[in-house]
């Protein structure tokens, strides 16, 4: 279990990355910078879980649901790791996903906010990633942004016991209260 040490100024690869041993921490690379998250709460976790049960049945058979951690590869520089991502089956190597993923979500943490907010939708966006969604557990909301161009737009929000009615990318009926809801 280590992380390497690299010179100061180097920007990292995703070489670099695959050397890191230490299991204990979500590592990311985004433009060359290293990206540690601690291991989510058990809130995170169930907002995952819920998520996972609602995609996994609509989802298309070229594609599939998994949560993290999955590697996507944007490009050498960029690994991000999604709370959920899907994917194409064919972008999907035995060590990550390499390409551009059809849905991105993040469940927004306290540590990650800005992370889930502001750089992984900039990547993806950049990237042609056609969907992202961030939720967030405390309060609870859900927003669903569609890319259009080269930026994200908001597609469908709901907070609370509101509900969400999708027809993109799958047809679709979240409730936020519902993802953190312990049944």
């Known amino acids: 279990m280590t992380v390497p040490s690299f010179a100061h100024g180097d920007r990292l690869t995703r070489r670099d990355l695959e050397a890191i041993t230490d299991e204990r921490h979500r590592y990311e690379l985004v433009d060359g910078t290293l990206l540690v998250s601690p291991s989510?709460?058990?809130?995170?976790?169930?907002?995952?879980?819920?998520?996972?049960?609602?995609?996994?049945?609509?989802?298309?058979?070229?594609?599939?649901?998994?949560?993290?951690?999955?590697?996507?590869?944007?490009?050498?520089?960029?690994?991000?790791?999604?709370?959920?991502?899907?994917?194409?089956?064919?972008?999907?190597?035995?060590?990550?996903?390499?390409?551009?993923?059809?849905?991105?979500?993040?469940?927004?943490?306290?540590?990650?906010?800005?992370?889930?907010?502001?750089?992984?939708?900039?990547?993806?966006?950049?990237?042609?990633?056609?969907?992202?969604?961030?939720?967030?557990?405390?309060?609870?909301t859900l927003s669903c942004f569609r890319l259009e161009g080269t930026e994200y737009v908001l597609d469908a929000e709901a907070t609370g016991g509101e509900t969400v009615h999708l027809e993109v990318p799958y047809r679709l009926d979240l409730s936020p209260a519902d993802l953190v809801s312990s049944y």
């Open 40 to 140: 989510p709460r058990p809130l995170h976790q169930r907002v995952v879980a819920r998520l996972l049960a609602a995609l996994t049945p609509v989802c298309p058979e070229d594609c599939e649901v998994l949560p993290a951690p999955v590697d996507v590869v944007l490009d050498e520089f960029t690994v991000m790791i999604p709370d959920v991502v899907v994917g194409r089956r064919e972008t999907f190597t035995e060590r990550a996903l390499v390409g551009v993923p059809v849905l991105a979500v993040e469940v927004v943490s306290p540590s990650s906010r800005y992370i889930d907010r502001h750089l992984k939708p900039a990547r993806l966006a950049a990237a042609g990633c056609p969907f992202y969604w961030v939720i967030e557990p405390n309060e609870p």
